[in-house]
């Protein structure tokens, strides 16, 4: 089964604020664009990233990007007519569908057909690679 961000649009989630008791953040966070990888390790599987100029859905709606479970690929659309995206596009497609694959690995396929809680996860994945820094010594 394969599973797609499609685009029709962006899931928007509200939070509630986090409660006072935790330590803050600093002031400011540096930003970074992540980098996206060709390929990583989940479990004992190595999968694999790429490109792809023809993602479609079954109804053959154009998708941004889709994780083939069999293959264990990610792939996100590359720039064609009508869509251009930005490459906070792009890393948000690879979180999102780098969520599905985890979920697919821990075998949890009732939350894996979840979109809300796949993007969530998704945003939440690029926001911590994103901002971190930092080295911590173990």
Known sequence: QNHCRS???????????AETDMPTAPETVAV??????TSFMLGAHIHTVRT?????????NRNIGQFDQT???IKIQT???GFDPTP???AGTYYH???????????????????????ALGRALHQIDATKAGALEV
Do not use: F, M
Not at 32 to 37: E, R
Not at 97 to 119: F, M, T
């Open 88 to 90: 906070a596009t792009t």
């Open 7 to 17: 685009l029709r649009g962006w899931l928007v989630s509200s939070h509630p604020k």
């Open 79 to 81: 720039p064609c007519r």
């Open 32 to 37: 970074t664009q992540p980098v996206i990888p």
């Open 97 to 119: 569908e780098l969520a599905h694959a985890i979920l697919h690995h821990l075998d949890r396929k009732e939350l894996d057909e979840d979109e809300r809680l796949v993007e």
């Open 52 to 60: 792809d100029e023809n993602l479609y859905e079954a109804d053959g």
């Open 71 to 73: 293959r264990q690929t």
